[in-house]
């Protein structure tokens, strides 16, 4: 299944190609820090967590208190998940199948 966005242009490749050629995380952080301010990472950052947390059937209130993310950002997540490009979904899928993701990473959990 190709998925193909309305925003996609051909300069977009050179991100998606860099992305996939991380291989640490201290690459990924030092693209990141390259590429974003500190508070486009931390709002990056709260989604994702706010994502795994949902998909693990979290509360909102519980999400809230966790990630200190407001009702709209939670509801925009779960907007997302639900009819979004299913990348949170690969993405999860392929920690829950990495040993070191499920043994450092029990705080998404419930």
């Given at each position: 299944m190709s998925y193909e966005p309305c925003y996609k242009t051909e300069d977009m490749n050179l991100?998606?190609?860099a992305l996939l050629?991380?291989?640490t995380r201290e690459e990924a952080m030092r693209l990141l820090d390259?590429?974003?301010t500190v508070?486009?990472?931390q709002r990056m950052t709260q989604r994702i967590h706010v994502a795994k947390l949902l998909t693990n059937n979290v509360s909102y209130q519980i999400?809230?208190?966790k990630t200190?993310?407001?009702t709209t950002t939670i509801g925009r997540v779960s907007k997302s998940l639900q009819y979004g490009g299913d990348g949170y979904a690969v993405v999860f899928d392929r920690m829950e199948?990495?040993?070191e993701y499920l043994r450092n990473w029990t705080m998404f959990r419930p």
């Open positions: 991100l998606l190609d050629k991380l291989r390259d590429l974003c508070k486009e990472i999400i809230k208190e200190g993310a407001s199948e990495d040993p």
